[in-house]
């Protein structure tokens, strides 16, 4: 029998919806779902069929398993904390991705990494909702001969369903002492204080007061644009899909300065999803993983560390999302020329 995907956390409100979109992908895929509480883990077993509840135990080594135990991969939906899953992987020599870890704390999975890269595929997915802000920004700014500056403004519906761990996760990853990590005018910078809003507009135009944030999200973005300014912004409120009667949902917006033919050019790019901000997560993982197992038509992924934009291509994953009921706008604005035909696409 094909071994076990291993979705840690896989009761909580992103675990379930990795646990589901993988499924959805993956129909013969065996999978076991680990958390402290059994009964839940064996309800969501039941429901996506082909899978086992396990309990389990993050902060053991082993994560609390057996040393018998198979696994085919360890997903890490909950942060984790003392890297027990990514040791466990590293040592049956299986893919690892880690969903739940800010980008502040990355230095003691890259470390692991170091000493034994050739151990596994450690795969680093805890961008927002998995990354779409980076595919959306490397199709917008393909054609640019320079980019000055990405702006990320990301709204959470406020009846948005997010779990304790969720919320723990949020609050690690915004405003603390230190402030929040961006890039500013060429160089890496702690926004505090006035420095760490900035006002955007949401889908249906309203301006929102947003905190920067600090995802992995803005070293992907940084690195693949070379953007002198980087930044990521979050703001709880009315979603614009629900002020327009619809469901809760979650929205994302890109503003993009550069050049293009040595002209200014700004962008402005932007992702709605009806299904809430867990779903959109969950996918974003299953994504990842599906593509690392060699599951997406194409061979696995062998040791190596890998963000999720090394694994998938733009378009492909763009095109995963739609196809999940993403409304994905690509229209852009030269302020000084004249304006290309907004296109919008909605998955079926």
Aim: no cysteine; glycine share 12%.
């Amino acid at each position: 029998m094909e071994a076990p995907i291993l979705f840690a956390g896989g009761t909580g409100i992103v675990g379930r919806e990795a646990v589901r979109a993988f499924r959805e992908r993956q129909p013969n895929v065996p999978i076991l779902i680990g958390g402290r509480d059994l009964a839940r883990a064996q309800t969501l077993a039941s429901e996506v069929g082909n899978a086992s509840a396990i309990r389990i135990d993050i902060d053991r080594p082993r994560l609390g398993l057996g040393e018998a135990d198979r696994l085919g991969a360890v997903v890490m939906t909950v942060p984790d904390e003392g890297l027990n899953g990514l040791v466990h992987a590293q040592d049956l020599g299986i893919p690892y991705l880690s969903m739940g870890n800010w980008l502040v704390e990355v230095g003691a999975e890259m470390a692991h990494f170091i000493r034994r890269p050739d151990a596994s595929p450690v795969v680093l997915a805890s961008h927002w909702h998995g990354g779409p802000a980076v595919f959306l920004t490397q199709v917008a700014t393909a054609d640019m001969d320079v980019v000055h500056s990405v702006a990320v403004g990301a709204v959470v519906d406020e009846r948005d369903a997010t779990g304790p761990a969720a919320v723990a996760d949020m609050e690690r990853g915004a405003e603390g002492g230190s402030g929040v990590w961006a890039f500013e005018d060429g160089r890496r910078v702690w926004l505090t204080g006035a420095a760490a809003t900035r006002e955007f507009r949401t889908l249906d135009g309203r301006a929102l007061q947003g905190r920067a944030f600090s995802p992995y999200d803005i070293v992907s973005l940084q690195a693949m644009t070379r953007a002198r300014s980087v930044r990521f912004d979050l703001a709880t409120a009315e979603s614009s899909n629900r002020s327009r009667g619809g469901s809760v949902a979650t929205e994302l917006i890109v503003e993009i300065e550069g050049e293009l033919g040595g002209r200014p050019m700004r962008r402005r790019v932007t992702l709605e999803f009806g299904k809430g901000q867990a779903a959109l997560t969950g996918l974003g993982g299953a994504l990842a993983l599906s593509t690392v197992l060699g599951l997406e038509g194409r061979p696995a992924y062998p040791p190596g560390l890998y963000f999720p934009e090394r694994l998938m291509e733009a378009d492909w994953y763009l095109s995963a999302l739609k196809a999940a009921g993403a409304v994905i706008d690509l229209g852009e604005h030269d302020p000084s020329g004249p304006n290309r035909a907004t296109t919008q696409e909605q998955g079926a």
